[in-house]
Nanobody
Framework: QLQFVESGGGLVQPGGSLTLSCAAS???????????ISWFRQAPGKATEGVAC???????YYKEFAEGRFTISRDKAKNTVNLQMNSLKPEDPGVYYC?????????????????????WGQGTQVTVSS
């Protein structure tokens, strides 16, 4: 079953940066060319929300809070999907996950939490604190 392994989280001061990566266990990005891949996050006590999505044509979509600060990319050489996060804020902490979804339709543009293909991974914890 398709599942990603997320890494790169940690503790960072407000205004700092982190780069998260995720790799699909048992699959390469070439295998996943037909899927969109999104990053999500879940803050303590809150529902999981979409952060960013990269489509099959490499078009990027961001939720408003991530626009201009976060960058999603697919790195075939490293077989990872990355989320570069800059200017981190106290409201950004949470467990960050990535998942694949349909390569067509509105799943990616709307960065939907429902309808992922496969299962959720363990995520990677991001903490923003001075």
């Amino acid at each position: 079953q398709l599942q990603f392994v997320e890494s790169g989280g940690g503790l960072v001061q407000p205004g700092g940066s982190l780069t998260l990566s995720c790799a699909a266990s048992e699959f390469t990005l070439d295998d996943l060319d037909e899927y969109s891949i999104s990053w999500f996050r879940q803050a303590p006590g809150k529902a999981t929300e979409g952060v960013a999505c990269i489509g099959t044509d490499r078009t990027q979509y961001y939720k408003e809070f991530a626009e201009g600060r976060f960058t999603i990319s697919r790195d075939k050489a490293k077989n990872t999907v990355n989320l570069q996060m800059n200017s981190l804020k106290p409201e950004d902490p949470g467990v960050y996950y990535c998942a694949a979804g349909p390569g067509v339709g509105m799943w990616c543009p709307s960065i939907r939490v429902s309808g992922i293909i496969g299962s959720w991974g363990q995520g990677t914890q991001v903490t923003v604190s001075s």
